[in-house]
């Protein structure tokens, strides 16, 4: 797990506290912020994702010698 996976996950936990605090308080930006924090956290987690899937890809290639 890379450090996007990592802040990802806990903007869009964040974003769903925000959320459902703007939820119980009745206050509609909050829970607008809330929503935007984790649509921004699921993009991050998932642009880690492609970083590991790139990062497996070379070692990949690496230990076959290159000769991909």
Sequence with gaps: MNK????????DLAGKVQEEAGKLV?????????????VAGKAEVHLGDVKE????????????????
């Design 53 to 68: 899937a790139v990062k497996d890809a070379k070692e990949t290639v690496k230990s076959a010698g290159g000769k991909l």
């Design 26 to 38: 009745g206050n509609k930006t909050q829970e607008a912020k809330g929503l935007q924090k984790q």
């Design 4 to 11: 996007n996976q990592v802040h990802g996950a806990v903007k």
